[in-house]
């Protein structure tokens, strides 16, 4: 199987919550390509939905370091942090997000 494959095969079973098999695929992924954004994400957010906040952070900071222009990733991370209490670390998080999505929107209209 491909890291697609297991992303996939993640994603079906957060759909069917079962998110242990899920939270299982997506490392399975990111064995093979560490850097897999989109299992990165998809990880960070099981790891939040089943209040594994600390984990969730440290998926969030890591998909940062993989997509630094990911304003998603940003939002995420800073939910993450919202949901932990870390409410000055939120809203820097935040800031970059919103800045980037500043950027595309005026990348869009030139």
């Not at 209040?51 to 998909?63: C, P, S």
């Not at 942090?81 to 939120?90: L, S």
């Amino acid at each position: 199987m491909t890291k697609e494959d297991h992303y996939i095969q993640g994603m079906e079973a957060y759909a069917d919550d079962r998110v242990d098999e899920a939270i299982e695929s997506y490392n399975t992924a990111l064995a093979e390509d560490p850097d897999y954004a989109d299992a990165l994400h998809a990880l960070g957010m099981a790891y939040a939905n089943t209040d594994r906040l600390d984990e969730a952070i440290e998926v969030g900071k890591r998909l940062i370091e993989v997509s630094p222009d990911d304003e998603l990733a940003y939002t995420s991370l800073s939910i993450f942090y919202q949901r932990k209490g870390m409410i000055e670390e939120a809203e820097a998080v935040g800031a970059r997000a919103r800045t980037l999505g500043w950027k595309r929107q005026l990348a869009e209209n030139k």
